[in-house]
T-cell receptor
Framework: NAGVTQTPKFQVLKTGQSMTLQCAQD?????MYWYRQDPGMGLRLIYY???????DKGEVPNGYNVSRLNKREFSLRLESAAPSQTSVYFC????????????FGPGTRLTVL | QKEVEQNSGPLSVPEGAIASLNCTYS??????FFWYRQYSGKSPELIMS????GDKEDGRFTAQLNKASQYVSLLIRDSQPSDSATYLC????????????FGDGTTLTVKP
């Protein structure tokens, strides 16, 4: 039982390049989330998927797109990377609903030059 | 104004002391409240969740919730050096999506 996995662990991009961050969970959770964490700050929600087939914007969605590929997988795409997107990206999943715990993946450390 | 505010750190306590971490939130419709611990370079992990007014104890950790005053706190008794980490307060809205808002965190250092 791996929990929440993310790939890649590290990535360096040049301004304007694109990439997709992958996330998968094996806990049969309904809801999945993408956060970014900048140094000294908390987590800010980028996008979330309450259930398979649905996605919604979070607090900071600009410059990102997501795909809920199936119940297990939720990907985050940067179409044209900018230095302001340098951050650590965490994927999380939960059973869904207000009372359920979120479980986090190990994170992807992204640097945009 | 940020929706979830945590007391500014860093917080330093001696080993064996009580560490007190505070969090206030602005959305009165919030239903669920969580404390996560995050070690440097690692992902957040859940310590406590609390849903009703009052105290909830789990080992050395006690979460306190006061919805009327819109604050939630975390007490760590008999603090250990291994408790040194950043503590994140998360507040969740009462919808099926369970979308959470996080505070910026308070960094705790427990000195031996």
């Amino acid at each position: 039982n791996a929990g929440v996995t993310q790939t890649p662990k590290f990535q360096v991009l040049k301004t304007g390049q694109s990439m997709t961050l992958q996330c998968a969970q094996d806990m049969n959770h309904n809801s999945m989330y993408w956060y970014r964490q900048d140094p000294g700050m908390g987590l800010r929600l980028i996008y979330y998927s309450a259930s398979e087939g649905t996605t919604d914007k979070g607090e900071v969605p600009n410059g990102y797109n997501v795909s809920r590929l199936n119940k297990r997988e939720f990907s985050l795409r940067l179409e044209s990377a900018a230095p302001s997107q340098t951050s650590v990206y965490f994927c999380a999943s939960s059973e869904g609903g207000a009372g359920h715990t979120q479980y986090f993946g190990p994170g992807t450390r992204l640097t945009v030059l | 104004q940020k929706e979830v505010e945590q007391n500014s750190g860093p917080l330093s306590v001696p080993e064996g002391a009580i560490a007190s971490l505070n969090c206030t939130y602005s959305d009165r419709g919030s239903q669920s409240f969580f404390w996560y611990r995050q070690y440097s370079g690692k992902s957040p992990e859940l310590i406590m969740s609390i849903y009703s007014n009052g105290d909830k104890e789990d080992g050395r950790f006690t979460a306190q919730l006061n919805k009327a005053s819109q604050y939630v706190s975390l007490l760590i008794r008999d603090s250990q050096p291994s408790d040194s980490a950043t503590y994140l307060c998360a507040v969740r809205e009462g919808t099926n999506a369970g979308k959470s808002t996080f505070g910026d965190g308070t960094t705790l250092t427990v000195k031996p």
